[in-house]
């Protein structure tokens, strides 16, 4: 039979044992974390920008024409806090600008067009698109339907000067709304999508 001090000395032999292993693996965590024995990093330089040519949109022989469209459309800027990764081919910037100011408004327009196509932005902000109401109240959308834009709320219709209108609330203090030609009007979803503002602005 083994006697009682025996057991409390084995015990204590574990526990130290046990906080020895923890102060242990502290000690190796806490040097190969810091860097320890590792070659300081070298200070990179920033290559120069390297000038890449504008890719032809007429198909080479040795490129069929499906692989010419499916390069990616030139980002189309509104303005510093509102811009399209979107836009269809054969559209130049025919307009825009800023808006002019009024009370609690500021932002900026853009059009883009053609013969016989256009595609016009707009972006505001200030306290008229405080809230998605108070901005729907200004936009005049005929045949108004309820929609989503991205999970903003949004609507889509017809503009009273023509073509299709789709407006939403990017953020609170900031609204948008896209007018199209009508012969654009199956690409009025995809340019609202495309539109990218940063974050907080």
Do not use: C
Not at 10 to 23: E, H, I, P
Not at 41 to 59: D, G, I, L, N, Q
Not at 124 to 151: K, M, N, P, Q, Y
Request: aromatic letters at 6%.
């Amino acid at each position: 039979m083994i006697a009682e001090g025996q057991n409390i000395g084995q015990g204590r032999r574990a526990a130290l044992a046990a906080l020895a292993f923890a102060v242990t693996a502290l000690i190796i965590y806490a040097l190969f974390s810091s860097g320890f024995g590792r070659p300081p990093r070298a200070p990179m330089e920033t290559p120069p920008p390297v000038a890449v040519p504008t890719p032809s949109t007429t198909p080479s022989p040795d490129r069929p024409a499906a692989a010419g469209a499916a390069e990616p459309s030139p980002i189309a800027v509104v303005s510093d806090r509102l811009w399209l990764t979107y836009l269809p081919r054969g559209l130049e910037r025919s307009g825009g600008g800023t808006i002019e100011p009024t009370p609690g408004a500021e932002g900026a327009r853009a059009r883009y067009g053609s013969a016989t196509r256009f595609v016009e932005v707009q972006v505001e902000h200030g306290t008229v698109a405080a809230d998605w109401d108070g901005f729907r109240e200004r936009i005049t959308v005929l045949d108004s339907r309820a929609t989503t834009v991205r999970g903003k709320p949004a609507v889509v219709g017809r503009h009273p000067d023509g073509g299709r209108v789709l407006a939403w609330l990017e953020r609170p203090g900031t609204g948008a709304w896209i007018r199209v030609s009508d012969s654009l009007s199956g690409e009025l979803v995809r340019i609202a999508a495309s539109v990218r503002a940063p974050v907080g602005d």
